[in-house]
């Protein structure tokens, strides 16, 4: 079932916002919806509290089990709960889904009260910036003057240096894990064949597909796989599958004949079922977009002035999505700014993926780190 | 990574070592140490002077040791140089016992002055007599602050007083000011021949 030291039982919870949200793109949100979850207690002083911030696919159900699926442990149930790295003793930790997002979260997928029907494609594209006016908000909210540390991997880590950018004063500590300060054009063409998997789908019907009872499965199917790959390592791959056969000899056709096509088909038919499209494609443009060194003739280190908060990168060897150079480059900005910055690269095999991984030394430095902070 | 002791009980009794490079840094600075080990010396120089600092280490179990000493550490390897430090950014910039361990003498030393504007440098004095004696006798020196067989030693590029001023001056190097102690003790007298860890602190000559 789920590990003794985790957090049990954990409910999400909603807040509605009525102030309209002036989006990045122009687009106004007049009102949404946030999900989030909260893990341990908030102290008197209200300093406490560690805001998570999720990738792509991930939501707002970071640790802990619900009451009626006891086997849907949150995403990073090894790093959060009591004991654990991100100690849910000492921290109030809060998950959120973002704007955008298919977990509860105002979404292409909610009812748009103009309409009555679904946004679909009608639903405006958001940013980084934009969700982090929604930390913001959110911590308001809550009360909250300031997060004791916003932590987050891959886009969860952008996340996070965009809050920390956009709002100097609320971030004390930022844990920015397997990210980049911008994507390569590698990183865009894959996220560009993602989409183009997605839209060129005759069942996306141009993003309103809800309407037609269905969902683009084949494209948001091909899309997965494809993400996929890019999170593994070669060297995980091999380790894992191999050329190992599934029948034990060749067929000589087009169906799944080995391992590897029928791990990549099981994970990409299993995430076509639970995740929405045009959510999908909205996340892939958020990473797309996140460059905040734009603004300052890409000077990362202009981009940081004023930045406060205090940091810790980490990246790992075999990550090749996001390299362990990407987030030296992070490391270079802070120290260019003469913020307080600590920087570990993990010996890994496991690629991108291995942010979400439970390894001994990574969770060390975090348990560490996190031990550190004052509350 | 060298011969950095593990020293979480941090005084200068026990590291006169880190008395006398506290001794050359002014407080409020910012101070980039190379090699930094579990950073125990950062964390004296903050707690004493106040400083900034940073700590470079290739290690992982020395990169956690300093996130516990709650130091600043960039993991990196000293090899490769400190192209993620920009120029001038550092008021000093030191290698403590590490020197003698490096691939990339002059590289380091270079790149050492490129991004402070001080360079720190600390080495054990190969020309110790204790050091001569042992190979007079037919062996490779083995002592306290050199362990090493000669077999299982990280430390390929020994070298005395007189061996780094010769190359200070071969390389544009300004000495600004040399220390050299035995123990607790500084040594003044034939420092090469009985001097044991040398300290130099340089910078560009102009």
Known sequence: MHDSDSIGIVTPQHLHFDSPLQLDSGAILDSYELVYETYGELNAARSNAVLICHALSGNHHVAGVYADNPKNAGWWNNMIGPGKPIDTN????????????CHGSTGPATINTKTNKPFGADFPMVTTIDWAETYVRLAQRLNIDQFAAVVGGSLGGMSAMQLSLDAPEKVRHAVVIAAAAKLTAQNIAFNDVARQAIITDPDYHGGDYYAQQTIPRRGLRLARMLGHITYLSDDSMAEKFGRELRSGSLGYNFDVEFQIESYLRYQGDKFAEQFDANTYLLMTKVLDYFDPARDYNNDLSAAFHGVKANFLVLSFSSD??????????IVKALLDNNLNVS???????????SFLMKDDHY????????NNITT | ???????????????????????????????????????????YLTDTLQIKGYGVEIDDTNILACLNNRINVIQSDLESGLSGFESNSFDYVILSQTLQAMRHTENIIHEILRVGKEGIVTFPNFGHWKNRLQILRGFMPVSPILPYEWFDTPNI???????????CHQHRVHILERRVMTGNQQTTFAPNLLGMLAFYRFTQRK
Not at chain 1, 345 to 351: K, V
Not at chain 2, 7 to 14: E, V
Not at chain 2, 30 to 36: A, E, M, N, R, Y
Request: charged residues 20%; proline residues 4%.
């Open chain 1, 90 to 101: 000492r921290f109030f930790v809060i998950g959120i889904n973002n704007i955008g997002g």
């Open chain 1, 320 to 329: 090749w999505r996001f390299s362990p150079e990407r987030s030296r480059s």
């Open chain 1, 343 to 353: 920087y570990a690269e993990i010996a890994s095999r496991h690629g991108h993926d």
């Open chain 1, 363 to 370: 969770h060390q430095l975090v348990r560490s780190y996190m």
């Open chain 2, 1 to 43: 990574m060298i011969m950095t002791e593990i020293t979480n009980t941090i005084s200068p009794q026990l590291r006169p070592d880190f008395a006398t490079i506290a001794a050359w840094i002014k407080p409020a600075t910012k101070v980039l140490d190379l090699g930094c080990g579990d950073g125990a010396l950062l964390r």
């Open chain 2, 157 to 167: 590029h020994l070298c005395t007083l007189k061996d780094f001023e010769q190359f």
